[in-house]
C-alpha cells in the first residue's frame, strides 16, 4: 500500500521540536505581557473578501498565494497572515470602545501557496503583535521595542533592523505618477499582472518576480524613482521622531529606502528584521503602520500598528533545546502496583512512567535512563518488606526507604 506523505510545503513538528516551540510560545506570552498585550486567537478561515479588502487585491499574496475554496457558496480562504483577521475580529467585536491603545498579540499556522524552500514553507506560523488606537510615532518605537525585546529573550542576535517610510496616500500619489511615467514607454513589454498594476496599483508593481519585468525595473531611470524623495513634510516628521526615539532607546537600524513590503494596507513606517543567519529567506520579521485598514474593512477611523515573525525561521536560528526528562519510572513486573504507584505520584505533581511489557528489570531500567531521571525499583522483595529502591539514573546512586518516604525523597 503507498504511504501517505505530508503535503509539499508542510512540515510535522515532532515532539523533539516541541521544546524550542514551547520556548517561543512563552516567551512571546512572557515579553508582550509586559507591554500589557493580551493574547487573542482568530479562526484559521476567513471569508476570502478579507484578504482582497484587507491585503489588497493586486498583492502577490492574493493574487498568487492563497487557499481558496468554497462551502455553501461562500468562499473562503485559509488565512495567509493575520492582521486582517484580527482587525476583523476587533471591529466585530466593539474593541473600540476599550480605552486605547489595545495590544493584542497571536501565534497559529497561516498558509500561503509559495514556492518552498528553506525558511519558506506553505504552512508555516507565525507569532505577532497588533497595536491599535496610538497615531503617534511613539507607538511606532514601542512596537519595534517589542519585536526586538522578544527576539533578544530568545536569546537571538546578529539581526538587523531595516526601517523606510511608506507615506500618506498624498505622498503616494506624487510618487505613483512618476513611476508610472517613466513605466509608460515599457508597458507593452510588461506581464499581464504587472499591466493591471499599472492602472489599479502601481506601488505593487515593484512587487513582481517575472524576470522580464524585474529587467525593466532594474533599469536607472525606474530605479531612480524612489519613494522617499516623495514624502510629505508630515509623514517626514513622523518617521524622524521615530528614528529619533529608537536612537534614544539604543535600538540599532539602518534606513532601507528600498524596503516597500508585499501587503497593501501600509502607510507610513514599515520595517523588517533580518538575520544574517539565514539563507536567501533571511526577514524574520516584517510589520509596519496600516492607519487605514480598520476603518476600510468597516470599523472606526483608528490607527494600528504591527508585526508578525516567522516561527519556524526563529527555530531554526534558536537550534535544538533538549526535553525535560520526566522525574520518575516505575520499574517492576507487577502492572497492577506499578499502575497504582505511578497514579499517587503523579496525583502528587510528580511525572511519572511504567515500562507495561513485564521485561527484565535491566532492559527496564536501560529504557529508563533515556527518559526519566530516577528509576523507581518495585521488585518481588520490596514489594514484601513495603520498601522501594530509588535510583538516581545520573548518578546511578541508589538506595532503599519505605515506601511512605518516596514522596518527600522525590520531591
Ligand atoms: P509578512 O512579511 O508577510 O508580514 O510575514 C511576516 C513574517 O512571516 C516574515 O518575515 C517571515 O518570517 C514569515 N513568513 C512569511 N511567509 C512565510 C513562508 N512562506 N514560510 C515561512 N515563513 C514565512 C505579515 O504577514 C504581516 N501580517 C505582518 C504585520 C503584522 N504587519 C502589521 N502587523
Same mark, same amino acid.
Given at each position: 500500500m503507498t504511504i501517505i506523505k505530508a503535503q509539499k510545503g508542510t512540515k510535522d513538528i515532532l515532539p523533539a521540536d516541541m521544546?524550542?516551540?514551547?520556548?517561543?510560545?512563552?516567551?512571546?506570552?512572557? /515579553?508582550?505581557?509586559?507591554?500589557? $498585550?493580551?493574547?487573542?486567537?482568530?479562526?484559521?478561515?476567513?471569508?476570502?473578501?478579507?484578504?482582497?479588502?484587507?491585503?489588497?487585491?493586486?498583492?502577490?499574496?492574493?493574487?498568487?498565494?492563497?487557499?481558496?475554496?468554497?462551502?455553501? *457558496?461562500?468562499? &473562503?480562504?485559509?488565512?495567509?497572515?493575520?492582521? $486582517?483577521?484580527? /482587525?476583523?475580529?476587533? +471591529?466585530?467585536?466593539?474593541?473600540?470602545?476599550?480605552?486605547?491603545?489595545?495590544?493584542?498579540?497571536?501565534?497559529?499556522?497561516?498558509?500561503r501557496y509559495e514556492r518552498p524552500q528553506a525558511g519558506r514553507q506553505r504552512q508555516f506560523h507565525q507569532v505577532g503583535v497588533e497595536v491599535f488606537g496610538i497615531k503617534q510615532p511613539a507607538a511606532d518605537a514601542e512596537v519595534i521595542l517589542m519585536a526586538v525585546n522578544y527576539l533578544k529573550a530568545l536569546g537571538l542576535n546578529d539581526l538587523s533592523v531595516e526601517l523606510n517610510s511608506l507615506g500618506c496616500p498624498k505622498c503616494r500619489d506624487n510618487f505613483k505618477n512618476s513611476l508610472k511615467q517613466v513605466l509608460k514607454p515599457y508597458l507593452g513589454e510588461l506581464c499581464e499582472d504587472c499591466q493591471t498594476r499599472y492602472e489599479k496599483n502601481p506601488l505593487r508593481l515593484l512587487d513582481c518576480k517575472v524576470p522580464e519585468c524585474q529587467e525593466i525595473f532594474a533599469k536607472p531611470e525606474v530605479r531612480n524613482v524612489i519613494f522617499s524623495d516623495f514624502i510629505c513634510e508630515e509623514c517626514a516628521e513622523h518617521f524622524n521622531a521615530l528614528k529619533s526615539y529608537l536612537d534614544e532607546l539604543k535600538i540599532t537600524y539602518s534606513v532601507n529606502k528600498l524596503l516597500v513590503r508585499g501587503l497593501d494596507y501600509y502607510n507610513r513606517t514599515v520595517f523588517e528584521i533580518k538575520s544574517n543567519n539565514l539563507g536567501s529567506q533571511n526577514a524574520v520579521c516584517g510589520g509596519g503602520r496600516y492607519d487605514s485598514l480598520?476603518?476600510?474593512?468597516?470599523?472606526?477611523?483608528?490607527?494600528?500598528?504591527?508585526?508578525?515573525?516567522?516561527?519556524? #525561521?526563529?527555530?531554526? &536560528?534558536?537550534?535544538?533545546?533538549?526535553?525535560?526528562?520526566?522525574?520518575?519510572?516505575? /520499574?517492576?513486573?507487577?502492572?497492577?502496583?506499578a499502575i497504582k504507584l505511578s497514579e499517587e505520584l #503523579?496525583?502528587?505533581?510528580?511525572?511519572?512512567?511504567?515500562?507495561?511489557?513485564?521485561?527484565?528489570?535491566?532492559?527496564? +531500567? *536501560?529504557? $529508563?535512563?533515556?527518559?526519566?531521571?530516577? $528509576?523507581?525499583?518495585?521488585?518481588?522483595?520490596?514489594?514484601?518488606?513495603?520498601? +522501594?529502591?530509588?535510583?538516581?539514573?545520573?548518578?546511578?546512586?541508589?538506595?532503599?526507604?519505605?515506601?511512605?518516604?518516596? &514522596?518527600?525523597?522525590?520531591?
Amino acid at each position: 500500500m503507498t504511504i501517505i506523505k505530508a503535503q509539499k510545503g508542510t512540515k510535522d513538528i515532532l515532539p523533539a521540536d516541541m521544546p524550542v516551540w514551547h520556548f517561543m510560545e512563552e516567551k512571546a506570552n512572557e /515579553v508582550f505581557s509586559k507591554y500589557g $498585550a493580551k493574547e487573542i486567537r482568530t479562526p484559521i478561515f476567513e471569508a476570502t473578501e478579507l484578504f482582497a479588502r484587507g491585503v489588497g487585491d493586486t498583492t502577490y499574496i492574493v493574487n498568487k498565494e492563497m487557499y481558496t475554496f468554497e462551502k455553501s *457558496e461562500r468562499s &473562503l480562504t485559509l488565512r495567509p497572515e493575520n492582521t $486582517a483577521g484580527v /482587525v476583523r475580529s476587533f +471591529i466585530e467585536n466593539g474593541m473600540h470602545r476599550l480605552s486605547m491603545p489595545v495590544k493584542l498579540w497571536y501565534k497559529g499556522p497561516m498558509f500561503r501557496y509559495e514556492r518552498p524552500q528553506a525558511g519558506r514553507q506553505r504552512q508555516f506560523h507565525q507569532v505577532g503583535v497588533e497595536v491599535f488606537g496610538i497615531k503617534q510615532p511613539a507607538a511606532d518605537a514601542e512596537v519595534i521595542l517589542m519585536a526586538v525585546n522578544y527576539l533578544k529573550a530568545l536569546g537571538l542576535n546578529d539581526l538587523s533592523v531595516e526601517l523606510n517610510s511608506l507615506g500618506c496616500p498624498k505622498c503616494r500619489d506624487n510618487f505613483k505618477n512618476s513611476l508610472k511615467q517613466v513605466l509608460k514607454p515599457y508597458l507593452g513589454e510588461l506581464c499581464e499582472d504587472c499591466q493591471t498594476r499599472y492602472e489599479k496599483n502601481p506601488l505593487r508593481l515593484l512587487d513582481c518576480k517575472v524576470p522580464e519585468c524585474q529587467e525593466i525595473f532594474a533599469k536607472p531611470e525606474v530605479r531612480n524613482v524612489i519613494f522617499s524623495d516623495f514624502i510629505c513634510e508630515e509623514c517626514a516628521e513622523h518617521f524622524n521622531a521615530l528614528k529619533s526615539y529608537l536612537d534614544e532607546l539604543k535600538i540599532t537600524y539602518s534606513v532601507n529606502k528600498l524596503l516597500v513590503r508585499g501587503l497593501d494596507y501600509y502607510n507610513r513606517t514599515v520595517f523588517e528584521i533580518k538575520s544574517n543567519n539565514l539563507g536567501s529567506q533571511n526577514a524574520v520579521c516584517g510589520g509596519g503602520r496600516y492607519d487605514s485598514l480598520v476603518k476600510n474593512l468597516g470599523g472606526e477611523d483608528i490607527p494600528a500598528i504591527g508585526f508578525a515573525m516567522g516561527m519556524e #525561521r526563529l527555530a531554526s &536560528l534558536i537550534g535544538k533545546i533538549e526535553e525535560t526528562k520526566t522525574t520518575a519510572f516505575v /520499574v517492576s513486573n507487577n502492572s497492577a502496583e506499578a499502575i497504582k504507584l505511578s497514579e499517587e505520584l #503523579r496525583n502528587n505533581g510528580i511525572s511519572c512512567e511504567f515500562d507495561f511489557s513485564n521485561k527484565k528489570f535491566v532492559k527496564q +531500567i *536501560e529504557k $529508563a535512563s533515556k527518559t526519566a531521571k530516577y $528509576a523507581i525499583i518495585l521488585g518481588e522483595d520490596e514489594l514484601k518488606t513495603g520498601k +522501594i529502591t530509588i535510583k538516581n539514573l545520573e548518578t546511578s546512586e541508589q538506595k532503599t526507604i519505605s515506601k511512605d518516604l518516596l &514522596l518527600s525523597e522525590l520531591k
